[in-house]
């Protein structure tokens, strides 16, 4: 396991309530009327779980997958105040293998490990759909993030080429001091897997 990831996010976590907001990612919200609520979920890197939570509200059946044992027990216990069932699983995502055709919704915020796109496309089910949303090149203007921790423009729709894009934006929001994509797209019915050759 990534020692200092996990040291890293549950000092931050411990520092913090709700570091992202409790409320779930407005892209996501907006987009719920894509989202048809049956079947199976992951969240990939839930921290707090204010999109796992979200999903489960939806009525989907989810697994939440994080680093950090901090922030899945505080998703945790947002869960059974809001009366919601999540799944949890404290796992490190650079050894992570996501089950093949497995899941009808995949969400990944703020979170971007491009070893895991093919087996994200991989792990979702046919009409499976992937909500997406991390800082672009953009975000560097306002961050001391690393070039490689963002996208570049455009990479996020081109790195998924089994699934049909349903909506995409790319976001500079200056007086935020932020930038970020968020796609929305689902695998095509008939779309066959790949091999997973790197996870
Ligand atoms: C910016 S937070 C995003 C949390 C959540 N997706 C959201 O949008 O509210 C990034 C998350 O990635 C998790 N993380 C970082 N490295 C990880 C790793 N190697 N394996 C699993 N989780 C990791 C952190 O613990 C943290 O919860």
Redo the contacts with the bound molecule.
């Keep these: 396991m990534?020692l200092k990831?996990?040291e890293k996010?549950n000092a931050k976590?411990d520092s913090s309530i709700c570091?992202?907001g409790r409320e779930p990612?407005p892209w996501l919200v907006d987009h719920a009327h894509l989202l048809d609520g049956r079947g199976k979920a992951l969240?990939?890197?839930?921290?707090?779980?204010?999109?796992t939570l979200f999903a489960a509200s939806l009525g989907y059946d989810v697994w939440g997958?994080?680093?950090?044992d901090v922030?899945v027990s505080r998703a945790e216990s947002l869960a059974r105040q809001n009366k919601l069932t999540i799944h949890t699983q404290i796992?490190?995502?650079?050894h992570?293998k996501i089950d093949e055709n497995t899941y009808d919704l995949i969400?990944?915020?703020?979170?971007l490990?491009r070893r895991l796109f093919k087996g994200i496309q991989n792990g979702l089910k046919p009409g499976g759909t992937l909500v997406f949303e991390t800082f672009t090149v953009d975000h560097l203007k306002y961050s001391s993030f690393k070039r490689e921790w963002v996208l570049e423009k455009n990479e996020l729709p081109e790195s998924f080429p089994g699934l049909k894009i349903l909506d995409y934006q790319e976001v500079d929001e200056p007086e935020n001091e932020t930038a970020y994509a968020s796609l929305i797209a689902r695998k095509e019915q008939y779309f066959m897997n790949e091999e997973n050759d790197t996870k």
């Design positions: 990534s990831d996990k996010w976590y570091l992202a990612s969240d990939i890197a839930m921290g707090e779980g204010r999109n997958v994080d680093i950090s922030g796992a490190d995502l650079d992570y969400l990944c915020f703020y979170f490990d």
